[in-house]
């Protein structure tokens, strides 16, 4: 089973510069979400998705940062201008729709992220 | 903010067991303990996950003691591949809700 696919891998911009991230979330699939993982903290969720619709999105700064998943399946997360503070790995992660009781419905599966680098 | 308190950082021969400690004294009843862990330059990985009875899989065992308040990850036989850092989540089970990741435990296990 293929994971979690994001793209790129690393990222280097100038402050004020535009930049977007692409997650392809495991087949099947109907959550995902978006967390922005600093230096020396744990990731932090920044949106999440139930198929094409936004779930939580309390985090994300919405000022700069806009996110959207097209039909469902693959989701691009977007950092309009960006600033210093948002250097930082952007992981990706999927899950299914519900739990299965008993099993592991909602693992989360997570991309190997993007570190974006802001100079 | 985190619901749990973790060592920052320990260390741990090749082929010992490895046992990562976690407080959760607030836990609530239908919450259940979950551990993930993040190699370097990869996303986090499931580990396991329980409520109140041991649980074990290919990967690890957790022991959650009685009154729930902390539980242990053991990881049997530590390689170096294992050299991760290693988060404990509590969270109510079979829901897709956010997960909140405290700092971990960075563990370094050496030759």
């Known amino acids: 089973e293929a994971g979690v696919a994001q793209s790129p891998r690393y990222k280097i911009i100038e402050k004020r510069q535009s930049v977007a991230f692409w997650c392809n979330p495991i087949?099947?699939?109907?959550?995902l979400y978006w967390y922005q993982q600093i230096l020396g903290q744990g990731p932090k969720l920044l949106i999440q998705?139930?198929?094409?619709?936004?779930?939580?999105d309390s985090q994300l700064p919405k000022d700069r940062f806009s996110a959207e998943r097209l039909k469902g399946v693959d989701s691009t997360l977007k950092i309009q201008p960006a600033k210093l503070e948002d250097s930082a790995v952007y992981l990706c992660a999927s899950s299914l729709e519900r739990g299965l009781a008993g099993g592991y419905g909602d693992t989360q599966y997570f991309g190997p992220g993007t570190r974006l680098t802001v100079l | 903010d985190a619901k749990t308190t973790q060592p920052t950082s320990m260390d741990c021969a090749e082929g010992r067991a490895a046992n990562l400690p976690c407080n959760h004294s607030?836990?609530?009843?239908?919450?259940?303990v979950y551990w993930y862990r993040q190699i370097h330059s990869q996303g986090p990985q499931y580990i396991i996950h329980?409520?109140?009875n041991n649980e074990t899989n290919e990967m690890a065992s957790l022991i959650i003691t009685e009154d729930r308040k902390s539980s242990t990850l053991i990881l049997p036989h530590a390689t170096l591949r294992d050299t991760a850092v290693y988060y404990c989540?509590?969270?109510?089970?079979?829901?897709?809700?956010?997960?909140?990741f405290g700092t971990g435990t960075r563990l370094q296990v050496f030759p």
């Open positions: 329980g409520l109140k």
């Open positions: 087949s099947g699939h109907a959550t």
């Open positions: 998705f139930q198929n094409n619709g936004v779930v939580d």
């Open positions: 989540i509590v969270r109510v089970a079979y829901n897709t809700d956010k997960l909140i």
């Open positions: 607030t836990i609530s009843g239908n919450e259940y």
